[in-house]
């Protein structure tokens, strides 16, 4: 079956270091999010792409970026990373056609220290 | 899209129906009211949408009044693994490539 995985599911590390987090779908969906959950925010939109080397900033976008060379992934960089981006990451894709849905990742648990 | 009213929490004994309200004053007529759960540390998992008619899938129904400024999400048999947040969204159907934005939903507890 089609699905949308992120890896890895639990990430630990230091302030200041580079961390990708990744995100790779098998429904060939052109549009990708990434969004940020934390308590007393909700879900809150990083970055998000229509296609290919299409990216667009979110609400939070400070501190992220994304690549999208192709269909499937989606990564997001975290290029310096700060104790404020310690969060629950999710992806999502969707795709015309099937009624706007976004179908979203398991998560990635993000602990900068 | 247009703002969603919903009830902190509810609760609902396991084996009966869960009704979830949400409400949609300012709905316009290309919108469609989506639902979302998330049960505890997954990610959001969709349930059902609709435009104006009453929509039912293996997981739950929908229901939308006729002026559309309100609907109900029925769990028809509320089971323990229902507990989890449900959150009621609306948007423009042209909206394609946009985010949905999760208000705070409600949090179900479905209770032996």
């Known amino acids: 079956d089609a699905e949308i995985t992120q890896s890895p599911r639990h990430k630990i590390t230091e302030t200041g270091r580079q961390v990708t987090l990744a995100c790779h779908q098998t429904?060939?969906?052109?549009?990708m999010f990434w969004y940020r959950q934390d308590l007393g925010h909700g879900l809150r939109l990083i970055h998000y792409?229509?296609?290919?080397?299409?990216?667009n900033k979110g609400e939070v976008s400070d501190g992220y970026s994304v690549s999208r060379s192709n269909t499937e992934d989606l990564p997001l960089t975290l290029e310096s990373a700060a104790s404020s981006q310690t969060s629950v990451y999710f992806c999502?894709?969707?795709?015309?056609?099937?009624?706007?849905?976004?179908?979203f990742g398991a998560g990635t648990r993000l602990s900068v220290l | 899209d247009a703002k969603t009213t919903q009830p902190t929490s509810m609760d609902c004994a396991e084996g009966r129906a869960a009704n979830l309200p949400c409400n949609h004053s300012?709905?316009?007529?290309?919108?469609?009211v989506y639902w979302y759960r998330q049960i505890h540390s997954q990610g959001p998992q969709y349930i059902i949408h609709?435009?104006?008619n009453n929509e039912t899938n293996e997981m739950a129904s929908l229901i939308i009044t006729e002026d559309r400024k309100s609907s109900t999400l029925i769990l028809p048999h509320a089971t323990l693994r229902d507990t989890a947040v449900y959150y009621c969204?609306?948007?423009?159907?042209?909206?394609?490539?946009?985010?949905?934005?999760f208000g705070p939903g409600t949090r179900l507890s479905v209770l032996p």
């Open positions: 792409s229509y296609g290919v080397q299409d990216t």
């Open positions: 429904w060939n969906h052109n549009n």
């Open positions: 300012t709905i316009s007529g290309n919108e469609y």
């Open positions: 999502a894709s969707s795709d015309r056609g099937q009624g706007n849905i976004q179908y």
């Open positions: 609709g435009l104006k």
């Open positions: 969204i609306v948007r423009a159907v042209y909206n394609y490539g946009q985010n949905f934005v």
